[in-house]
Every structure is written in C-alpha cells, then in structure tokens.
C-alpha cells in the first residue's frame, strides 16, 4: 500500500471489532463508514485552496471523533492537524493560523479555547461535536460511498506539532506515502497482530499515539480501546476491563502508574507489550515485573529519518542501534566532526565529555519532509546533506547509542560539560522519588549552576540528610553534578504529550513558592533557602554585573 488512504481503505467493511469507547463500540468496517461521511462533508462544504490542500484541526481528547476525522482526512487528500488541547487560547490561535487551518473539530469542554483568540475562523468554520447543529452538518452526506480517487502519496495526511519541550512547538510534515511505509516496520516492531487489543490513552494529536498505536491497529485490524486522557489511576482497571495486550507510552506515564497501588490481577494481566520513550531503567523493570509483561524503549521522532532500537545485546540504558541502513553517528555541534567513541570508568560513569555531541543522520536530509512554514527550524536540522536531530548522545565502542537529553539539558559548571539526563539518572534510584528533571540555572560567576525539581511518589517524605547521604554513596555521582538547589513541587509541570517541560522550572529557578533546598558549601548537607540567603544570592550576581540573568519571582509571572 503507497498510502495511508489505502491503509483506511482496506479495512472497509471488515466485521471485526475496530473501536471501543466507554461502552460503545464499532466494527472496523462502522469506523471506516464514518470516516467516508466526513471525507464527504469536508470534500462539499469546505472550498479548495488553490495552492494547497484542505486543512482539518482537530481541537478534541482522545474520542471516537478524532479517529474519524484521522480517517476522513486520509480518504479526502486533507490534511488532519492535531491541536494540543493542553496549550493557551492565544497559543491555539497561533497554531490554527501558522498551519493555514480552513475547518476546526472540537468539543464542548475545549470550545473555550477558541474563545475571543485571533485564530482567523468564522463561526461557521468551527464545529462542536456536542452541538446538535454538528449532527446536522454530517446528516446530508451519511453513507457516502468512499471517494473515487486515491490521493497522492506525496499529500499531506498529517501535521504533527512537536512537543514544545524546549521552544514553540513546530509542525512536521507527514505524507501520506511516508506514514504508510512507516506503518509496515513498526507492525513487526511493535508485534501488533489482528488479535491484538491495544489501549490508547496517550494524545492523539501526538505522532506516537498515531503511529505506534492507532497507526499500526489500522493496519492488521487490531482493536482499539481508547480513553479520553492519560489516568493513572484508572490505567489498571482499564487494561483488565478490556483484556488489553498492547500500550503505548511517553515520557513519565509508567512512572505515575507505578505509583499507584497495585491491582490483584496486575500480575497475571493481558498485556504483553508497553513500547514508549524516555522511561527510567528502574521504571522499566518495576513495570514489567508489575504487569508481567515486555517494555522496549525506543528512540524516534515524529520528524521520521531515522530510528535507534533496542536489540537483544543492547547494553542496560543504552538506546540500542540505528536501524533501516541509516548511517547515525554522533556529530560535535561546533565543529561537525565525530565525536569520540565514550569510554567507561569502574561505575559506568562516562570518563570523557568530548564523547557527547548531536545525533545526526548523515546523508539523510533528503527523507526528512519538513516542518510547515517554518525556514528557520528547517535550517536548524538540515545542514548539507545530514540531518541534526537536536537530541544529544554518545556512542559506545560496540556502536550503541545513549541519550544524553536536548540541546538545552547540556550543563557546564566549573568548565565542566556534562549532560543532566546523566544526573538524572541517579537522582532517580533514590526510593520516594517520582520525577527529578535536572537543568541549568545561572550561576553568579560564570557558568551554569545545577538545580533538580523533585515530585515525590504517593505518601512519600524527603528526608534531607538522606538525600545527601544518597548521593554521596554514588559511585558514579561527579563533583560537580551535585544540585546546588532542589525544589520541592507537588507536580513537575509537562507538555500535552507528557514529556516534562523544564522551561517553566528554568525560569523561575530557585524563585518560587514551592519549597527550595540549597546545598551547604561542597558538603552533603542542604538547607532550607530563606529570603536572607536569597538575597545574598542576588546581590552576588549584582555584583558581579550579571543581574540580567537572575530569574524573575514565580509570583510576578502569573498570568
């Protein structure tokens, strides 16, 4: 299949249980029909662009609409845009019209979003699934006959927003002909099989949701069991009430399950495999002895290129390998030269800093099919004939990978360069310790100084000689990884793909009302930050002309 309309199209008519929704289902064939009225829809009542196609934003959580409208848009040659329903009304609008949105889809409890913002639509081009009137806008074309033509495998089905973990999210391009290849590989790699049930409860305006799950179910005619948003708290009844076999995930989902108390029946569930991203080691071993089940971690963009997977000598915390031929290296973001090879002391800390740099793609600028609209971050990835990924890693003698975080987790303290995924890391081995994002505050001087954010599991306490004593008896804990400040916070904020989002903690630094340790000279010992140490703080970077960085109180940057 050249197509993901012909992905869609091949499950026309299929019996099979395809969608189910609280207590509602659909047979594969019912999602299809579905998607063919609403291909119908937008085809008669939204005009063509002369010098592009139609563009659909989906404004919605996770319900059977959005399948729908993912569906119609691949069957009419439109193109479906995911609208991140966990940004501002100013920051919709502003992506409705970088994106050239000519429809909206959303609901009742998002219509606030689309509120008094100059997103550029009329009223008549915004339609609530809640409203009667949307009944209405589908009724005349129930039961269309799926479209006579086949789009072009070079059409858009998809503009995906980034994340927006470190700067405005951007809009990458998928093809129709694209996501189709993609789907083929990642079938196997995921192990989706026609008897497979899979749970989505990650966004779908997100490419992992899409691809890995929705994507690949579409494929084979698995079922999907969706929810409209990520619950912790109801993650294991849901996989027990639906018998799931299959989820995928991102950034710290499992780690809000495990907090969660154990389910009898967690032990002997149905799943068999959770395939995400950017889990902890520790998380990945507690949830799959929890569930009984296998969890691969991945590496991959929904800007595509290239992909690093796990293989069955993959060294514990190592990405694994780049896969399809691609040629990965990891690349010096001054000089673009190849990084040295990383070597290891006795603790499995890494010796030489040198070894981390940007993992590229070289040769493969060509694959990538572009962000939207958008010259100055296609400049940031395309340089000659490779492509950058703005993630940071290293490469081991034996060729795997290892992630060392974004461009913007790079830290140098003391003209040290080191990478906060590696603190991270050990910060996270601490018992009671959910979350502990690590990233750069100014320092007085010169340099960066290192600050954590700690969000502790349910019921748990922070102990200060503790957390000191703890990371002295790490091996592998280097003298100046070692926070200068913790801040204690009842939830670490995240983007809409639950990924966390250090900008906000970044700038407001050790200025909030959340409580904020600081570390006592180079001892192990913290102490609680008042207002007089604070203001000696500040009056050091006065001192030393540097009072532009000082971050701004977290009360002055409300609203």
Not at 268 to 290: C, H, M, N, P
Not at 370 to 379: D, F, I, T, V
Not at 469 to 487: H, I, N, S, Y
Request: hydrophobic share 40%.
């Amino acid at each position: 299949m050249d197509t993901f309309a012909e992905v869609v199209r091949a499950r026309h008519g299929d019996p099979k249980a395809g969608l189910r929704f609280d207590d509602r289902q659909w047979t594969w064939g019912e999602v299809v029909q579905e998607s063919a009225d609403r291909a119908a829809a937008i085809v008669a009542t939204v005009p063509a662009p002369a010098d592009r196609q139609r563009h659909v934003g989906v404004l919605l959580e996770n319900v059977p609409d959005f399948v729908f409208w993912i569906g119609a848009g691949a069957l009419a040659g439109t193109a479906v845009v995911g609208i991140n329903a966990s940004r501002s009304g100013p920051e919709v609008a502003r992506d409705i019209r970088h994106t050239d949105i000519d429809l909206v889809i959303t609901e009742s409890r998002l219509a606030h979003l689309l509120e008094g913002t100059d997103h550029g639509l009329p009223a008549d081009r915004i339609l609530d699934i809640d409203d009667p009137r949307y009944e209405e806008f589908l009724a005349p074309f129930r039961g269309a006959a799926l479209p006579a033509t086949i789009p072009s495998p070079d059409d858009i089905a998809l503009l995906l927003f980034s994340s927006g973990s470190t700067g405005a999210p951007k809009a990458v391009i998928v093809s129709q002909g694209r996501l189709a290849r993609l789907l083929g590989p990642l079938t196997e790699h995921v192990r989706m099989r026609q008897d497979s049930v899979t749970y989505l409860c990650m966004p779908l305006f997100h490419g992992n949701a899409v691809m890995l799950n929705l994507g690949t179910a579409v494929r084979v005619g698995a079922t999907v069991c969706l929810t409209r948003t990520f619950s912790a708290s109801r993650f294991s009844e849901d996989i027990h009430r639906h018998g799931a076999t299959f989820v995928n995930y991102v950034g710290r989902a499992l780690s809000y399950v495990l907090d969660r108390p154990e389910d009898p029946r967690d032990r002997t569930s149905t799943l068999e495999l959770a395939f995400g991203t950017e889990a902890s080691e520790t998380d990945v071993a507690r949830f799959s002895e929890r569930f009984g089940c296998t969890v691969v971690e991945g590496y991959g963009m929904s800007e595509g290129v290239f992909r690093i997977n796990r293989t069955p000598d993959t060294p514990p915390g190592s990405l694994g390998v780049a896969v399809g031929g691609v040629d990965v290296r990891i690349l010096d973001e001054e000089t673009g030269q190849e990084c040295p090879r990383a070597r290891f002391d006795e603790s499995g800390r890494l010796i030489d800093s040198a070894a981390v740099g940007q993992i590229v793609a070289c040769g493969a600028a060509h694959t990538f099919e572009g962000y939207y609209k958008n010259p100055e971050a296609m400049a940031d990835r395309i340089k000659g004939e490779d492509f950058w990924s703005g993630d940071l890693g290293y490469r081991d003698g034996n060729g795997f990978f290892y992630f060392a975080g974004r461009s913007a987790d790079w830290l140098r303290v003391d003209s040290e360069n080191f990478s906060a995924t590696a603190v991270e890391r050990i910060l996270l081995r601490m018992p009671g310790i959910l979350s502990a994002p690590v990233f750069a505050v100014p320092d007085p001087t010169t340099g960066d100084q290192v600050m954590c954010a700690l969000e502790l599991e349910d019921g748990a306490e922070f102990d200060l000689a503790a957390f000191g004593a703890f990371l002295t008896e790490q091996p592998d804990m280097g003298d100046k990884w070692w926070p200068r400040f913790v801040r204690l916070t009842e939830r670490i904020p995240l983007t809409g793909s639950n990924k966390v989002n250090k900008a906000p903690l970044r700038a407001v630094a050790w200025n909030t009302t959340d409580p904020v340790y600081v570390r006592v000279g180079r001892t192990p010992e913290y102490v609680l930050l008042d207002d007089e140490t604070r203001a000696r703080i500040e009056q050091e970077f006065v001192a030393n002309d540097r009072t532009a960085l000082l971050p701004a109180a977290e009360s002055a940057r409300v609203g």
